[in-house]
């Protein structure tokens, strides 16, 4: 089925492009989402008149998005501490949500979770490099260092289970 999207998608493309995407994806999450209408004669005829106006909104869109980019690449480096074991790893991993947040703490804008990307989780203590998608071609690389906040013995841990298993 041939569409034109209403919205900027990472996955699909910017607004005012064509696409073809199968009947059920349509039907069941973009038309009802409203992220796409379907590409009749009438809507092709009326994204020709709208064209201009798209594009310039297009532009505009990634206009601050490339803002937000240099901002975000400008700090360069966020230090999280979390409580770590004595071999590194972290109790509990790093999520995207918690990334999300700090990045907003640091810098003020906001960034949707769904919009970081992990080459691998972080679950030990290290230095990371994550992406932040704004749009289809704008995004920023940040590097996340993780420090320990509180070194926990492991063989108290392993030894308070085995009182417990008892």
Do not use: C, W
Not at 14 to 26: K, L, P, R
Not at 52 to 62: S, T
Not at 91 to 104: H, P, R, S, V, Y
Not at 130 to 136: E, G, N, Y
Request: aromatic fraction near 4%.
């Amino acid at each position: 089925m041939k569409v034109i999207l209403k919205k900027d998608m990472q996955s699909l493309g910017d607004i005012g492009d064509i696409i073809e995407v199968s009947d059920g994806y349509a039907r069941n999450y973009l038309l009802p989402k409203n992220i796409v209408e379907i590409a009749t004669a009438g809507a092709l005829k009326n994204r020709e008149k709208n064209i201009e106006r798209i594009k310039a909104k297009a532009e505009k869109l990634h206009q601050e998005a490339l803002a937000k980019a240099e901002k975000i690449q400008a700090l360069e480096l966020i230090e999280i501490e979390a409580k770590a074991g004595e071999s590194g790893k972290l109790f509990g991993a790093i999520t995207t949500k918690k990334l999300a947040e700090l990045i907003q703490e640091k810098s003020g804008i906001e960034v949707d979770r769904k919009n970081i990307l992990l080459e691998k989780p972080i679950n030990h203590i290290g230095e990371y490099e994550m992406k932040v998608k704004f749009t289809t071609k704008v995004s920023a690389v940040l590097n996340v260092g993780v420090k320990a906040s509180e070194v926990i013995k492991e063989e108290i841990i392993s030894e308070v289970e085995n009182d417990s298993e008892e």
